[in-house]
Nanobody, 124 residues
């Protein structure tokens, strides 16, 4: 099992930066794939980025590639997403998730554990 708690959301102007954190706990944490998703009002949950705890291999959605960086701190059991050059279309609730499959890393359905979400609002 795993428990996930996000933090770091807020209001920022376009072009600004934010860093989201996801503190993970539970006996499965070290063997899981960690992902970030986002969901804007009236839209489906969208994959943002993912990495593996063990190797740190990363994968990004095209919409954030080059602007967002996902990373981990194994000692703190925490995953981060550094969001730079933010745009109004990045506005959403951001969720941290933990799953078991790298093959289906972009699919929300494969993630068994979810955090409560944190709001990110980018003003123009």
């Amino acid at each position: 099992q795993a428990q996930l708690v996000e933090s770091g959301g807020g209001l920022v102007q376009a072009g600004g930066s934010l860093r989201l954190s996801c503190a993970a706990s539970g006996r499965e944490v070290g063997s899981l794939v960690m992902g970030w998703f986002r969901q804007a009002p009236g839209q489906e949950r969208e994959f943002v980025a993912a990495l593996t705890w063990t190797t740190g291999v990363t994968y990004y959605a095209d919409s954030v590639k080059g602007r967002f960086i996902i990373s981990r701190d194994n000692a703190k059991n925490t995953v981060y997403v550094q969001m730079n050059s933010l745009k109004p279309e990045d506005t959403a609730v951001y969720y941290c998730a933990a799953g078991r499959s790298w093959i289906t890393v972009t699919m929300a359905e494969q993630y068994a554990y979810w955090g409560q979400g944190t709001q990110v609002t980018v003003s123009s």
